[in-house]
């Protein structure tokens, strides 16, 4: 664990060193909220990623290498190749390519990074500044699954381990808009949501810029962030919420059409990034 003065430091630091189109030392006047962390009093810098070295670290990241259609009906395939997941410019880049001129199922390639066995967390607070990626048929994420999924190495199968989604972008509907969900099982062990609650820029997409994408979590709220501002919150204290006070561990990915994405056309244009200049996790100074 790093101290809690290691937390201002990283914040601070980011002030100068933040990754752009080009360079992380240039910086985007419109979006440049750095992090919500002050009072190193209450929170304690436990775990990032600042992707300040030359290659993926797999110490954090796991490549799922998955097929089209996997998930959600997606037209993608998820490969650990690193034309689709790379560091550039002290950024992660998640890269979706069209392999094609048609645009149809098991025409494209991504990326879906996670934690999982590596990294895992019950409660606290988790960032990350992304640029996002635009336009039909396009969806990009940061979230959340619990440990303990079957997918991973676990005994417990979707939805019963829990889902905390901190965004997701459909672009297919609004590129600058953002969504909120959590996945569960209800008291009749059928999957269940929050439902999907939107944050939505008051000016331009969220392609324009980075934005600081965040929860707080503890035994009784999750609540959401955008650039330091909270937009939702709920309890998680009822016996059918009982997966999120278990440990989760975190997912960055970018998916293209299928079920819920909408179909990209003509109109889309390849490659997509999805931009990440760093991943943060803290949690409560227990020292103090």
Known sequence: MKNASYALVISIASL????????????????????????????????????????????????????????NGEWQSYTSSSSNAYIENECLVIEAVHESET??????TSARLNTANKQSWQYGKIEARIKLPKGKGIWPAFWMLGANINENGGDTPWPFCGEIDILELY????????????????????????????????????????????????????????????????????????????????????????????RPDETTSFPQKMLVDWVRVYQKNIDN
């Open 16 to 71: 100068v060193l933040s990754c752009a189109d080009g360079s992380k030392a240039s910086f985007k006047s419109s979006g440049n909220f750095i992090s919500q962390v002050t009072d190193t009093d209450q929170w304690k810098l436990v775990w990032s990623d600042e992707f300040v070295i030359d290659s993926i670290n797999t110490k954090n990241w796991n490549y799922q290498v998955l097929p089209a259609g996997q998930f």
């Open 103 to 108: 645009h149809g199922f098991n025409q494209y």
């Open 171 to 262: 672009g297919t509907k609004n590129d600058a808009v953002v969504e909120a969900n959590l996945h569960y099982a209800d008291q009749n062990d059928s999957h269940t949501m929050m439902g999907a609650v939107p944050y939505k820029l008051k000016e331009g997409i969220f392609a324009d810029n980075f934005h600081v994408f965040g929860l707080e979590w503890d035994k009784n709220n999750i609540s959401w962030f955008v650039d330091g501002k909270k937009y939702t919150s709920t309890s998680i204290t009822s016996e059918e919420r009982s997966e999120f006070h278990n440990e989760f561990f975190i997912l960055l990915n970018l998916a293209v059409g299928g079920n819920y994405a909408g």
